[in-house]
């Protein structure tokens, strides 16, 4: 079993060190492997609400990602985050269950194609009324069946207005 788990290791760890070459496993070299493909409606929270948004996420034709929880601890999830600031925080992460990818002789969870990835916001019991900006980051490793690429980030940003709380004046 530590042999195993070795050699997934090894494997991680030198995938990514490989030069990518012009064709990458069929995948266009040119195309950008994770995208978000849509911007997210405007976000309106009351002070002290909650309200989910719905991140629109597309892996390339050819590429896939490792899922999160990646099916292995040397492997590198899709991982999103938000800025912390005083007024709007991440309060929960929830990621689609992975479409199994057989590596080396495991199966891992992987993302390819469209996913949405829900992100729970909450705003401050005290914020006032406001818009602001609030920005957050995609982390990803895209690979083909042959190849990975560097670990990438891919930053977004959501519209955000803050309403006074029911019943408040």
């Excluded at 090894?10 to 995208?35: H, Q």
């Excluded at 629109?56 to 929880?69: L, M, R, S």
Aim: charged share 15%; net charge neutral.
């Amino acid at each position: 079993m530590i042999a195993k788990f070795w050699i997934v290791g090894l494997a991680a760890c030198l995938i990514p060190c490989v030069t990518v070459g012009p064709a990458i496993g069929g995948a266009n070299k040119d195309v950008a492997p994770v995208v978000i493909v849509a911007n997210v409606e405007p976000l309106t929270l009351a002070a002290g609400g909650s309200a989910v948004v719905s991140l629109p996420i597309e892996v390339a034709e050819g590429f896939h990602v490792q899922a999160n929880p990646a099916g292995n601890p040397f492997l590198v999830p899709l991982e999103v985050t938000v800025e912390s600031n005083d007024v709007v925080v991440a309060t929960n992460v929830a990621y689609p269950p992975g479409k199994p990818f057989l590596m080396v002789d495991d199966e891992n969870p992987t993302y390819s194609g469209k996913l949405r990835i829900a992100l729970t916001l909450t705003a401050a019991t005290n914020a006032a009324p406001n818009r602001l900006v609030v920005r957050g980051n995609i982390r990803y490793q895209a690979c083909t069946s042959n190849h990975c690429l560097f670990p990438a980030n891919q930053p977004f940003e959501l519209d955000v207005t803050i309403k006074n709380r029911r019943g408040a004046r």
